[in-house]
């Protein structure tokens, strides 16, 4: 069973960046793939960005192109998320999910598939 841990939630304002990071343990999860999803009060949770086990393939949600870039460490068995540009949207509660898995699946936006799941790091947005 793979452990993951967010950190680097926190408030920003409009306009500002911070940068997530979800360290995994228990197993290396070199060989799989990773992903970044947010649920807001009140809603479902959404898919934000997915990354293949070697970095090669990403998937991003419209809503984050251009503003958000998800990265991984093989050796320090940590996957990033960089987020610029934030807007008030984007204030919710960040989840890691891993699925052991090397390939993003078609089904790569759905909760359901993934293994792993850490508690989630929050993210404020002062507009």
């Not at 992903?35 to 070697?54: C, L």
């Not at 890691?96 to 989630?120: K, M, V």
Request: with cysteine; aromatic share 12%.
């Amino acid at each position: 069973q793979v452990q993951l841990v967010e950190s680097g939630g926190g408030l920003v304002q409009a306009g500002g960046s911070l940068k997530l990071s979800c360290a995994a343990s228990g197993r290396t999860v070199r060989r799989y793939t990773m992903a970044w999803f947010r649920q807001a009060p009140g809603k479902e949770r959404e898919f934000v960005v997915g990354i293949n086990w070697s970095g090669s393939s990403t998937e991003y949600a419209d809503s984050v192109k251009g503003r958000f870039t998800i990265s991984r460490d093989g050796a320090m068995n940590t996957v990033f998320l960089q987020m610029n540009s934030l807007k008030p949207e984007d204030a919710a509660m960040y989840y890691c999910a891993a699925e052991d898995t090397r390939y993003l699946s078609a089904a790569y936006s759905n909760p359901s598939i993934y293994d792993s799941w850490g508690q989630g790091t929050q993210i404020t947005v002062a507009s």
